[in-house]
């Protein structure tokens, strides 16, 4: 057991830039050489693109020397046979580099989804709650098919492009070396504006980036609360926002634009200087009878079909700064290691009586925010505490807790005496059932909801857990029973029922201990009371921690804890924190008469709390 302070961990802060050999470095190794076997093959179909490509110039010098100036009909035959032949090479070999080139582009994307997604799953809440969900949905689609293009385009199409420039240089030096260092002059220029251009380009598509994850982000957020959003009327300004973030994203992409662009002026401009001083010297060559007109027409080919390549090897550097960009926002996600784990000889949770303890609890969020300070709490085996007060005091914290969302800062909690720092996170979260004021359903059908937490639950058992739950009856009135899919009836499903279908998984779960936040939405009376059952039934012989909303279940709790500004401020039963005349006893007295009158719209104490402060 450790007391030390465990530092609660929030959203990474902003990653420094990767540096773009430690991005291609590990881009190798993580991904190119896991598929070795089809990089090779890449490769392979790289090197005959390649020679092909240089060989085809060539054949040229032997047209314009043997064939139109000789006169010979045998070679002419010969060269256009094997014009044919180096051409259908290089189709193929063509054809065989593009599947394999896109085969390892679409494994890597799959490959970063799903370390992606398993990464963000697993991490610690607090990570994942101090991230905008949108954000990580942007970097799912974007990123990782800018991290594929880095690796594809910018490794695997550099690769072949540059065997063809060397391929093809080999040519125009195997022709003529003095012309070839002419033409080769302008080479150094173009590498020096292609880094600066580079810079540029990274600039604006981080910045671009940032911007399509804002808007990714912006986009959820009105979708999610739509409702909110209508009913308010305020559909133009969340238009307006989002118009606004799409405005940005098109400002910063266009910025990369450009400056990618501006590549092309300029290796067009130096490709021309090239080939035109190429024409002049080798022209007074040919006429001096230093140089064929054939190899002088073969070096200009050779030259012309080498500027491309070398454009685009040049080009790679704006798309490799793009998947730079996207590494940065994408690789900490990939390597994000949950701070809540337990030892790896951690044994198993063994629950006796299911009672839990907090003892001398601190604990603040990763913002600062001190959220408990010295919180003990006792339940013994079977019991019900009841947390009451006002919003914001730190009872849903000190809920979270218990199954180590969060772990304290000071102090310890243990469950039978064990701490649960001590315990597997497994068995630990098999020993608790969190039901909360949101009833979540997943998108799938009523029984698959049910047996969430035990898939492989039989029917009787789903049906008995419903039936416990009160929610068997309106489960067969259902179109397809309990097969009928939550999706489709989401609207049709009141509030109540959802609450009792999420009460039913609790149930079929079968915890000793349950964490129970009080619902606070307003359920007309028969729903109320149905859910109120269902939840009594839950109870029944659980050591519950109950954040307490209505006055019936603070009456029926053993123990009753008021928790102000993260402290325990009183604690006992209801009779004896009205004998105090504390906190409690004013609530009650203020707050709790006019609540059961108003049973009917479920006023809450937290609400009727917070109205009253
Ligand atoms: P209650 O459940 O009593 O309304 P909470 O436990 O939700 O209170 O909150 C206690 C304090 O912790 C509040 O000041 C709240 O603003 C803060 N808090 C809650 N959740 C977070 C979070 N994820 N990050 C930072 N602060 C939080």
Redesign the pocket.
């Known amino acids: 057991m450790t007391n030390e302070p465990i530092p609660s961990k929030q959203a990474a802060p902003a990653p420094e830039y990767l540096k773009t050999f430690d991005v291609l470095k590990r881009t190798t190794l993580d991904y190119l050489l896991p598929n070795w076997q089809l990089v090779l093959t890449s490769l392979i179909a790289s090197i005959i693109v390649a020679a092909t490509t240089g060989a085809l110039p060539v054949l040229l010098k032997y047209v314009f020397d043997d064939v139109l100036h000789d006169k010979n009909q045998v070679m002419l035959v010969m060269i256009a046979s094997a014009a044919v032949g180096v051409s259908a090479f290089k189709g193929i070999a063509s054809y065989g580099s593009n599947i394999t080139k896109n085969l390892i582009g679409q494994r890597i994307i799959s490959s970063i989804q799903g370390r992606m997604f398993s990464r963000i799953i697993k991490a610690d809440l607090?990570w994942v709650?101090?991230t905008h969900s949108g954000r990580f949905l942007s970097s799912f689609s974007l990123d990782s098919a800018r991290v594929r293009d880095a690796v594809t385009i910018s490794i695997i199409d550099f690769v072949q492009n540059l065997l063809t420039v060397i391929a093809l240089m080999g040519a125009v030096f195997w022709l003529n070396w003095k012309l070839a260092l002419v033409a080769s002059s302008v080479i150094p220029i173009g590498i020096l504006y292609m880094r600066t251009l580079g810079k540029k380009t990274r600039k604006a598509s981080r910045k671009g980036m940032e911007g399509a994850g804002d808007l990714s982000a912006l986009i959820s957020e009105a979708l999610g609360g739509i409702r909110v959003v209508k009913a308010y009327g305020q559909e133009d300004r969340e238009i307006a926002r989002v118009n606004e973030s799409i405005r940005h994203v098109l400002k910063q992409v266009m910025k990369g634009y450009r400056a990618k662009a501006a590549a092309s002026p300029l290796t067009e401009a130096l490709s021309g200087i090239g080939i035109a001083a190429v024409i002049y010297l080798g022209g007074i060559s040919v006429i001096h009878g230093q140089l064929t007109s054939g190899e002088l027409v073969a070096f200009i080919s050779a030259l012309m079909l080498a500027y491309q390549p070398m454009k685009t090897v040049a080009n790679t550097q704006t798309i490799m700064q793009d998947g730079v960009a996207a590494a940065t926002r994408l690789f900490p996600i990939l390597d994000i290691e949950p701070d809540i784990i337990a030892d790896a000889d951690a044994k198993p949770l063994h629950v006796t009586d299911g009672a839990v303890r907090f003892d001398k609890v601190s604990f603040a969020?990763?913002?600062g925010?001190r959220?408990l300070d010295n919180v003990s709490i006792n339940i013994p085996k079977g019991h019900t505490v009841a947390?009451v007060?006002?919003?914001?005091?730190?009872?849903?914290?000190?809920l979270?807790l218990v199954p180590r969302f969060y772990d304290p800062s000071e102090g310890s909690i243990t469950i039978d005496g064990q701490d649960i720092r001590d315990v597997t996170l497994a068995s630990l979260r098999q020993a608790s059932s969190l039901v909360t004021q949101e009833a979540f359903l997943f998108d799938d059908t009523v029984r698959a909801n049910i047996a969430y937490g035990r898939p492989d639950a039989s029917d009787e058992d789903i049906i008995a857990a419903a039936r416990n739950a009160a929610a068997h009856d309106f489960i067969m009135a259902l179109p397809n029973g309990y097969e009928t899919s939550v999706g489709e009836a989401g609207f049709r499903l009141s509030g109540g029922q959802r609450q009792r279908i999420a009460i039913a998984r609790a149930m079929l779960k079968n915890a000793p201990i349950l964490l129970l936040d009080e619902a606070t939405s307003a359920l007309d009376t028969t729903s109320e009371m149905q859910v109120q059952n269902a939840l009594a039934a839950l109870m029944e012989g659980r050591t519950t921690l109950v954040?307490a909303h209505r006055l019936s279940t603070i009456m029926h709790a053993d123990r009753i804890y008021v928790?102000e500004a993260?402290r325990v401020i009183e604690e006992g039963t209801h009779d004896e924190l009205i004998a105090l005349g504390g906190l409690y006893a004013e609530l009650s007295q203020t707050q709790f008469a006019g609540l059961e009158a108003n049973d009917d719209d479920a006023t809450s104490l937290?609400q009727a709390v917070v109205a009253g402060e």
């Open positions: 607090a709650s101090g969020y990763g913002d925010t959220a947390l007060g006002p919003s914001g005091g730190g009872k849903s914290t000190t979270n954040i928790i993260g937290a």
